[in-house]
């Protein structure tokens, strides 16, 4: 019979894999923890408007990546594409801006976006993110890089590069926004049809473009940051300082644009070298303007989202698998009596906090006695009729060999008094 496979752009995370992604999670939750960020879970669908109206229709991703569907003739609604949006519905949605002035809240879940599949780009992917609602203070901005910065060097993540840019306020980009139409225009022809659709919808993506006739082109476009505001430019400068007292390193990137609406001032990606073309790990920025968007009070925000599938690569790629769980005590049985007990006995050693493996096979003592050595365990309880009749098993310490006879009540104790010493 043919064989199901997985969706195309989705993947399954093996046993192997899923012991690095615990690593990153556990570290998230430590680091996130410690500086007072919560977590948020908010729904995998949300109305297609929330992503229309928080992340913008002109975007590639609102515009062409999303799986939207009709929940039966009810409601048009999307498969998340990112969590910024459904994040800040929910801070709204539950009055989240009264439990006091600022909120710090971290995500981490699968995202959904129709792209074209490749290394490090799937349509099922995940996000860990974080966003810090409610300040306007550049420290607020640093604060979320830092961790970001943080987080990756903790789970021992290397050769990475902070790009950093200001995208300025909406009202620094509209004369921008102008003279980059200017610009692009008498090269029109030249330009890949993506972006000649963006020179009237959304010129600022241009920047954004990895075709390289266009990245040759923009690469010589008029530079944001020279449009900038003096206040504008003040927060950009306050927030760098604040970078530079942390010690973290950045460059800046007069071209990085984030593909989203909402991004007001700062931009930044966290990128390394070692991940090909798919090379951003982390992007994120400040999004003054999205909490009003979504009908919410004008709330400043800043946050940032790192693509679990890409730093897991960059893990791999550095240092291999993580090891499982060792088994600690491999449980071997055989006859019907013997057979009858042992799930209980492996039971009460895990209850005990033993990692303890039952052999189900019914094989043969040796067969048995093999697996227990290839599990790695140390100890060995052994159960046949004869010792389920009296209410014992043989305990084999397998570094050494040594055996010795046990009443089944006393096994646990006496494990534990081993592992003591
Ligand atoms: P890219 O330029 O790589 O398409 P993006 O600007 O679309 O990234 P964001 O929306 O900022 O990405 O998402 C933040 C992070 O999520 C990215 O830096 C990346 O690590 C990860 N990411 C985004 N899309 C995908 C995808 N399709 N597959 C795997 N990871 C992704
Ligand atoms: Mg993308």
Redesign the pocket.
Known sequence: MEIIQAVRGTRDILPEEVRIWQQVEAKAREILGRACYQEIRTPIFELTELFARGIGSATD?VGKEMYSFSTRGEQEVSLRP?NTAGVVRAYIQHGLQAAGDVQRLWYCGPMF?Y?RPQA????Q?H?LGLELIGSRDPRADAEVIALAWDLLQAVGAENLKLLLNSIGDPQDRLAYRQALVDYFTPFREQLDPDSQDRLTRNPLRILDSKDPRTREIADQAPKLLNHLSPDSQAFFEQVQAQLHKLGIPYELDPYLV???DYYTHTAF?IVSPDLGA?S????GGRYDGLVAELGGPSTPAVGW???M??LVLLLQKKQGSVASAPVQVYVISRGAKAEAQSLQIAQSLRQAGFCTELDLSGSAFGKQFKRASRSGAIWAVTLGDAEAATGEVQLKHLPTGKQQTLLQAELVNYLGSQWER
Request: charged share 40%; with cysteine.
């Open positions: 991703v990112e976006r792209e490090g780009r799937q349509r992917f996000q984030r593909g989203l990606e798919q951003t790990v982390c992007g989202a790192m693509g599938e890409r």
